[in-house]
Protein backbone atom coordinates (compact mmCIF):
# COMPACT_ATOMS: atom_id res chain seq x y z
CA UNK A 1 0.00 0.00 0.00
CA UNK A 2 1.60 3.58 -1.57
CA UNK A 3 2.18 6.65 1.26
CA UNK A 4 -0.25 8.47 -0.69
CA UNK A 5 -2.90 6.17 -0.29
CA UNK A 6 -1.86 6.02 3.50
CA UNK A 7 -2.06 9.33 4.02
CA UNK A 8 -5.70 9.92 2.57
CA UNK A 9 -7.01 7.32 5.36
CA UNK A 10 -4.94 9.55 7.77
CA UNK A 11 -6.15 12.70 6.40
CA UNK A 12 -9.41 11.40 7.00
CA UNK A 13 -8.95 10.11 10.38
CA UNK A 14 -7.36 13.78 11.57
CA UNK A 15 -10.16 15.26 10.13
CA UNK A 16 -12.68 13.16 12.00
CA UNK A 17 -10.71 13.55 15.56
CA UNK A 18 -11.08 17.38 14.79
CA UNK A 19 -14.38 17.50 14.44
CA UNK A 20 -14.19 14.87 17.77
CA UNK A 21 -12.64 18.07 18.98
CA UNK A 22 -15.05 20.27 18.04
CA UNK A 23 -17.96 18.18 20.13
CA UNK A 24 -15.66 17.74 23.10
CA UNK A 25 -15.01 21.75 23.54
CA UNK A 26 -18.36 22.98 22.67
CA UNK A 27 -20.19 24.86 25.06
CA UNK A 28 -23.68 23.49 26.28
CA UNK A 29 -24.90 26.40 24.75
CA UNK A 30 -23.84 25.68 21.27
CA UNK A 31 -24.27 21.78 21.54
CA UNK A 32 -27.84 22.59 22.32
CA UNK A 33 -27.90 25.19 19.09
CA UNK A 34 -26.23 22.57 16.95
CA UNK A 35 -28.96 20.10 17.79
CA UNK A 36 -31.89 22.35 16.91
CA UNK A 37 -29.84 23.22 13.67
CA UNK A 38 -29.99 19.98 12.87
CA UNK A 39 -33.83 19.19 13.36
CA UNK A 40 -33.13 17.39 16.85
CA UNK A 41 -34.82 17.53 19.88
CA UNK A 42 -32.46 17.76 22.56
CA UNK A 43 -35.16 16.33 25.15
CA UNK A 44 -36.00 13.59 22.88
CA UNK A 45 -32.29 12.45 22.44
CA UNK A 46 -31.76 12.86 26.00
CA UNK A 47 -34.77 10.68 27.13
CA UNK A 48 -33.08 8.08 24.65
CA UNK A 49 -29.88 8.53 25.52
CA UNK A 50 -30.98 7.90 29.06
CA UNK A 51 -32.81 5.03 28.41
CA UNK A 52 -30.26 3.23 26.86
CA UNK A 53 -27.97 3.55 29.67
CA UNK A 54 -30.60 2.67 32.21
CA UNK A 55 -31.17 -0.54 30.20
CA UNK A 56 -27.28 -1.23 30.20
CA UNK A 57 -27.12 -0.57 33.90
CA UNK A 58 -30.09 -2.67 34.51
CA UNK A 59 -29.14 -5.13 32.70
CA UNK A 60 -25.55 -5.44 34.53
CA UNK A 61 -27.06 -5.39 38.01
CA UNK A 62 -29.09 -8.47 36.91
CA UNK A 63 -25.96 -10.61 35.62
CA UNK A 64 -24.88 -9.40 39.18
CA UNK A 65 -28.08 -10.84 41.23
CA UNK A 66 -28.25 -13.68 38.98
CA UNK A 67 -24.81 -14.57 40.01
CA UNK A 68 -24.49 -13.07 43.75
CA UNK A 69 -27.73 -15.76 43.72
CA UNK A 70 -25.91 -18.44 42.35
CA UNK A 71 -23.26 -17.77 45.21
CA UNK A 72 -25.99 -18.10 48.03
CA UNK A 73 -27.24 -21.19 46.46
CA UNK A 74 -23.97 -22.67 46.68
CA UNK A 75 -23.43 -21.24 50.27
CA UNK A 76 -26.44 -22.49 51.54
CA UNK A 77 -25.80 -26.36 49.76
CA UNK A 78 -22.64 -26.34 51.15
CA UNK A 79 -24.07 -25.82 54.64
CA UNK A 80 -26.69 -28.29 53.86
CA UNK A 81 -24.13 -31.14 53.52
CA UNK A 82 -22.36 -29.98 56.17
CA UNK A 83 -22.64 -31.72 59.30
CA UNK A 84 -22.54 -29.83 62.45
CA UNK A 85 -22.54 -30.90 66.06
CA UNK A 86 -25.57 -28.42 67.34
CA UNK A 87 -27.25 -28.63 70.46
CA UNK A 88 -30.23 -30.99 69.84
CA UNK A 89 -33.15 -28.53 71.07
CA UNK A 90 -34.01 -24.80 70.25
CA UNK A 91 -33.39 -23.48 73.63
CA UNK A 92 -29.81 -25.36 73.81
CA UNK A 93 -28.97 -24.06 69.90
CA UNK A 94 -29.72 -20.39 71.29
CA UNK A 95 -27.68 -20.45 74.41
CA UNK A 96 -25.19 -21.63 72.27
CA UNK A 97 -25.77 -18.61 69.95
CA UNK A 98 -26.05 -16.21 72.46
CA UNK A 99 -22.69 -17.57 74.24
CA UNK A 100 -20.88 -16.99 70.53
CA UNK A 101 -22.19 -13.70 70.26
CA UNK A 102 -21.08 -12.70 73.64
CA UNK A 103 -17.46 -14.29 73.04
CA UNK A 104 -17.32 -13.30 69.88
CA UNK A 105 -17.64 -10.05 70.07
CA UNK A 106 -16.30 -9.15 66.74
CA UNK A 107 -19.16 -10.91 64.86
CA UNK A 108 -21.63 -9.04 66.87
CA UNK A 109 -21.84 -5.85 64.57
CA UNK A 110 -22.97 -8.47 61.46
CA UNK A 111 -25.87 -10.01 62.95
CA UNK A 112 -26.98 -6.96 65.02
CA UNK A 113 -26.71 -5.53 61.40
CA UNK A 114 -29.13 -7.99 60.13
CA UNK A 115 -31.25 -8.31 63.49
CA UNK A 116 -32.04 -5.12 65.66
CA UNK A 117 -32.33 -7.38 68.44
CA UNK A 118 -31.30 -10.94 69.30
CA UNK A 119 -34.57 -11.76 71.04
CA UNK A 120 -36.57 -11.28 67.84
CA UNK A 121 -34.13 -14.00 65.92
CA UNK A 122 -36.52 -17.29 65.28
CA UNK A 123 -35.64 -20.32 65.75
CA UNK A 124 -34.85 -21.15 62.55
CA UNK A 125 -32.90 -18.17 62.38
CA UNK A 126 -30.24 -19.06 64.88
CA UNK A 127 -29.90 -22.12 63.45
CA UNK A 128 -28.87 -20.67 60.24
CA UNK A 129 -26.51 -18.24 62.02
CA UNK A 130 -25.25 -21.16 64.02
CA UNK A 131 -24.26 -23.09 60.95
CA UNK A 132 -23.01 -20.48 59.30
CA UNK A 133 -20.48 -19.85 62.30
CA UNK A 134 -20.40 -23.83 62.52
CA UNK A 135 -19.33 -23.12 59.02
CA UNK A 136 -16.68 -20.80 59.36
CA UNK A 137 -15.12 -23.07 62.46
CA UNK A 138 -15.88 -20.64 64.63
CA UNK A 139 -18.04 -22.29 67.37
CA UNK A 140 -14.92 -25.31 68.51
CA UNK A 141 -13.71 -22.06 70.41
CA UNK A 142 -17.31 -21.02 71.72
CA UNK A 143 -18.08 -22.55 75.73
CA UNK A 144 -21.18 -23.20 76.89
CA UNK A 145 -22.37 -21.50 80.39
CA UNK A 146 -23.19 -24.85 82.67
CA UNK A 147 -26.34 -24.83 84.08
CA UNK A 148 -26.61 -22.89 87.35
CA UNK B 1 23.32 7.93 57.71
CA UNK B 2 21.37 10.95 58.67
CA UNK B 3 17.63 11.64 58.40
CA UNK B 4 14.83 9.68 58.78
CA UNK B 5 14.27 6.98 56.70
CA UNK B 6 11.67 7.61 54.26
CA UNK B 7 8.66 5.52 54.36
CA UNK B 8 6.21 5.69 51.19
CA UNK B 9 2.84 6.69 52.15
CA UNK B 10 0.20 3.65 50.99
CA UNK B 11 -2.09 4.67 48.94
CA UNK B 12 -5.96 4.72 49.50
CA UNK B 13 -7.63 2.83 47.37
CA UNK B 14 -9.81 4.36 44.95
CA UNK B 15 -13.86 3.47 45.05
CA UNK B 16 -15.15 2.91 41.83
CA UNK B 17 -18.63 3.23 41.37
CA UNK B 18 -21.60 1.16 42.04
CA UNK B 19 -24.05 0.64 39.20
CA UNK B 20 -26.67 2.24 41.09
CA UNK B 21 -24.28 5.18 40.95
CA UNK B 22 -23.60 5.01 37.79
CA UNK B 23 -27.42 5.05 36.98
CA UNK B 24 -28.17 7.45 39.14
CA UNK B 25 -25.57 9.65 37.02
CA UNK B 26 -27.23 8.45 33.91
CA UNK B 27 -30.60 9.69 34.74
CA UNK B 28 -29.42 13.49 35.98
CA UNK B 29 -27.51 13.89 32.60
CA UNK B 30 -28.36 16.91 31.39
CA UNK B 31 -29.92 17.65 28.21
CA UNK B 32 -26.56 19.04 26.47
CA UNK B 33 -24.48 15.96 28.11
CA UNK B 34 -26.85 13.64 26.00
CA UNK B 35 -26.18 15.16 23.18
CA UNK B 36 -22.53 15.87 23.99
CA UNK B 37 -22.11 12.05 24.60
CA UNK B 38 -24.57 10.83 21.31
CA UNK B 39 -22.67 12.89 18.80
CA UNK B 40 -19.30 11.88 19.90
CA UNK B 41 -20.15 8.47 19.84
CA UNK B 42 -21.40 9.13 16.28
CA UNK B 43 -18.33 10.30 15.43
CA UNK B 44 -16.02 7.50 17.27
CA UNK B 45 -17.79 5.30 14.96
CA UNK B 46 -16.81 7.31 11.64
CA UNK B 47 -13.30 7.54 12.85
CA UNK B 48 -13.04 3.70 13.49
CA UNK B 49 -15.03 3.18 10.13
CA UNK B 50 -17.46 0.69 10.07
CA UNK B 51 -15.98 -2.04 9.10
CA UNK B 52 -14.09 -1.86 12.76
CA UNK B 53 -17.35 -1.08 13.92
CA UNK B 54 -18.43 -5.11 12.76
CA UNK B 55 -22.13 -4.08 12.33
CA UNK B 56 -22.45 -2.19 15.48
CA UNK B 57 -23.85 1.87 15.82
CA UNK B 58 -23.18 4.47 17.99
CA UNK B 59 -25.45 3.00 20.46
CA UNK B 60 -24.19 -0.24 21.03
CA UNK B 61 -21.05 1.47 21.68
CA UNK B 62 -22.42 3.91 24.46
CA UNK B 63 -24.05 0.95 25.79
CA UNK B 64 -20.89 -1.25 26.11
CA UNK B 65 -19.23 2.00 27.16
CA UNK B 66 -21.63 2.23 30.37
CA UNK B 67 -21.11 -1.26 31.07
CA UNK B 68 -16.87 -1.16 31.32
CA UNK B 69 -17.16 1.71 34.06
CA UNK B 70 -19.18 -1.17 35.85
CA UNK B 71 -17.48 -4.09 34.83
CA UNK B 72 -14.24 -2.51 34.20
CA UNK B 73 -11.45 -2.16 32.89
CA UNK B 74 -12.54 1.18 33.17
CA UNK B 75 -14.25 2.51 36.07
CA UNK B 76 -15.87 5.92 37.39
CA UNK B 77 -14.09 7.17 40.44
CA UNK B 78 -17.06 9.72 41.45
CA UNK B 79 -14.85 11.03 44.50
CA UNK B 80 -11.50 11.86 42.44
CA UNK B 81 -13.96 15.11 41.04
CA UNK B 82 -14.07 13.57 37.54
CA UNK B 83 -17.63 13.83 36.07
CA UNK B 84 -19.80 11.08 34.69
CA UNK B 85 -19.81 12.66 31.17
CA UNK B 86 -16.04 13.05 31.16
CA UNK B 87 -15.33 9.48 32.34
CA UNK B 88 -18.44 8.09 29.75
CA UNK B 89 -16.57 10.16 26.76
CA UNK B 90 -13.23 8.91 27.61
CA UNK B 91 -14.65 5.24 27.92
CA UNK B 92 -16.03 5.86 24.39
CA UNK B 93 -12.72 7.17 23.35
CA UNK B 94 -11.13 3.57 24.49
CA UNK B 95 -13.53 1.25 23.89
CA UNK B 96 -13.78 2.28 20.16
CA UNK B 97 -10.49 2.83 19.55
CA UNK B 98 -9.98 -1.07 20.92
CA UNK B 99 -12.58 -2.38 18.27
CA UNK B 100 -10.43 -0.47 15.70
CA UNK B 101 -7.27 -2.44 17.42
CA UNK B 102 -9.43 -5.80 17.44
CA UNK B 103 -10.01 -4.99 13.71
CA UNK B 104 -6.45 -4.57 13.11
CA UNK B 105 -5.29 -7.70 14.75
CA UNK B 106 -8.15 -9.97 13.25
CA UNK B 107 -8.68 -8.37 9.90
CA UNK B 108 -9.23 -11.60 8.14
CA UNK B 109 -11.26 -12.96 10.63
CA UNK B 110 -14.99 -13.67 9.13
CA UNK B 111 -16.75 -11.31 11.72
CA UNK B 112 -15.54 -8.48 9.54
CA UNK B 113 -15.01 -10.16 6.14
CA UNK B 114 -19.18 -11.23 6.61
CA UNK B 115 -19.81 -7.67 6.47
CA UNK B 116 -18.32 -6.72 3.51
CA UNK B 117 -20.70 -8.19 0.91
CA UNK B 118 -19.55 -5.62 -1.62
CA UNK B 119 -16.41 -7.19 -1.51
CA UNK B 120 -17.64 -10.38 -2.08
CA UNK B 121 -15.48 -12.17 -5.09
CA UNK B 122 -15.64 -14.72 -6.73
CA UNK B 123 -12.75 -17.28 -7.70
CA UNK B 124 -10.97 -17.96 -10.36
CA UNK B 125 -13.28 -20.36 -11.40
CA UNK B 126 -16.08 -18.24 -10.72
CA UNK B 127 -17.09 -20.03 -6.98
CA UNK B 128 -18.15 -17.25 -4.42
CA UNK B 129 -15.46 -17.02 -2.08
CA UNK B 130 -16.24 -17.73 1.34
CA UNK B 131 -14.97 -15.39 4.28
CA UNK B 132 -14.24 -18.24 6.36
CA UNK B 133 -11.46 -19.76 3.92
CA UNK B 134 -9.76 -17.02 5.34
CA UNK B 135 -9.75 -17.50 8.64
CA UNK B 136 -6.01 -18.05 10.11
CA UNK B 137 -4.75 -16.80 6.67
CA UNK B 138 -0.64 -15.77 7.63
CA UNK B 139 -0.40 -13.04 5.32
CA UNK B 140 -2.97 -10.42 3.63
CA UNK B 141 -4.89 -12.34 1.33
CA UNK B 142 -6.65 -11.24 -1.65
CA UNK B 143 -10.13 -9.96 -0.24
CA UNK B 144 -8.08 -8.16 2.90
CA UNK B 145 -6.00 -6.14 0.31
CA UNK B 146 -9.27 -5.34 -1.61
CA UNK B 147 -11.06 -4.74 1.28
CA UNK B 148 -8.01 -1.83 2.39
CA UNK B 149 -7.90 -0.71 -1.25
CA UNK B 150 -11.63 -0.17 -0.97
CA UNK B 151 -11.39 1.75 2.64
CA UNK B 152 -8.40 3.77 1.41
CA UNK B 153 -10.21 5.22 -1.65
CA UNK B 154 -13.35 5.59 0.36
CA UNK B 155 -11.16 7.42 2.84
CA UNK B 156 -9.65 9.79 0.02
CA UNK B 157 -13.49 10.11 -1.75
CA UNK B 158 -15.02 11.21 1.96
CA UNK B 159 -12.12 13.80 2.90
CA UNK B 160 -12.14 15.57 -0.79
CA UNK B 161 -16.07 15.40 -0.21
CA UNK B 162 -15.98 17.16 3.50
CA UNK B 163 -12.82 19.92 2.28
CA UNK B 164 -14.75 20.52 -1.29
CA UNK B 165 -18.07 20.99 0.68
CA UNK B 166 -16.33 24.47 1.73
CA UNK B 167 -14.85 25.79 -1.31
CA UNK B 168 -16.59 28.94 -0.65
CA UNK B 169 -15.20 29.52 2.84
CA UNK B 170 -11.36 30.28 2.98
CA UNK B 171 -11.60 30.04 6.96
CA UNK B 172 -13.28 27.01 7.27
CA UNK B 173 -10.88 25.09 4.63
CA UNK B 174 -7.56 26.39 6.50
CA UNK B 175 -9.29 25.13 10.11
CA UNK B 176 -9.62 21.81 8.10
CA UNK B 177 -6.36 21.89 6.57
CA UNK B 178 -5.05 22.50 10.29
CA UNK B 179 -6.91 19.33 10.99
CA UNK B 180 -5.66 17.09 8.72
CA UNK B 181 -1.65 18.34 9.65
CA UNK B 182 -2.89 16.81 12.80
CA UNK B 183 -3.33 20.45 14.60
CA UNK B 184 -4.53 20.78 18.04
CA UNK B 185 -7.48 23.96 17.92
CA UNK B 186 -5.22 26.67 20.37
CA UNK B 187 -2.61 25.69 17.27
CA UNK B 188 -4.31 26.60 14.70
CA UNK B 189 -6.10 29.45 16.06
CA UNK B 190 -2.81 30.64 17.16
CA UNK B 191 -1.44 29.76 13.27
CA UNK B 192 -4.57 31.76 11.32
CA UNK B 193 -4.66 34.91 14.43
CA UNK B 194 -8.29 34.15 15.21
CA UNK B 195 -10.57 34.81 18.09
CA UNK B 196 -11.75 31.89 20.17
CA UNK B 197 -15.40 33.67 18.72
CA UNK B 198 -14.19 33.69 15.41
CA UNK B 199 -13.01 30.06 15.92
CA UNK B 200 -15.70 28.72 17.63
CA UNK B 201 -18.28 30.00 14.88
CA UNK B 202 -15.89 28.40 12.05
CA UNK B 203 -15.98 25.05 14.00
CA UNK B 204 -19.29 25.05 14.47
CA UNK B 205 -20.11 25.41 10.48
CA UNK B 206 -17.21 22.78 9.91
CA UNK B 207 -19.02 20.54 12.53
CA UNK B 208 -22.82 20.63 10.76
CA UNK B 209 -21.64 20.63 7.34
CA UNK B 210 -19.13 17.66 7.69
CA UNK B 211 -21.54 16.10 9.24
CA UNK B 212 -24.11 16.46 6.31
CA UNK B 213 -21.23 15.11 4.11
CA UNK B 214 -20.55 12.16 6.01
CA UNK B 215 -24.33 11.33 6.23
CA UNK B 216 -24.57 11.97 2.79
CA UNK B 217 -21.86 9.77 2.29
CA UNK B 218 -22.61 6.72 4.23
CA UNK B 219 -26.36 7.33 2.94
CA UNK B 220 -27.62 7.82 6.85
Known sequence: MGDKARND????????????????????DEILQSALEENRNPADTSARIKGILRRAVRSQQQVELIAARAGYRRQVAAMAEATFELPKTNEGRRTLFMAA????????????????????????????????????DLLSQVKVPEDK | ?????????????????????????????SEAETERIEQFAINRISRIGRRAAAGRDHEDLLQDAVTSLINGPRHWYPDDGVSFTECLLGAIRSLSSAWAGHRKRNADSPRYAGLDSELSFRSDEGRLASPFETIAAPAPNAEEIAVRATELAEAKKLADAILDSFSDDEAATYVLMGFEDGSTGPEIRAALDMTETQYRTVTRKIQRRAKKTMDEFYGR
Not at chain 1, 9 to 28: K, M, V
Not at chain 2, 4 to 9: E, R
Open chain 2, 1 to 29: MKGKPKVAKAEVPKRAATSDEVLRAAEAL
Open chain 1, 101 to 136: MSQLPQFQPAFTLQNRDFKDLSDEDIEVQLRKMALL
Open chain 1, 9 to 28: SERLARIIDGLGDIILNATD
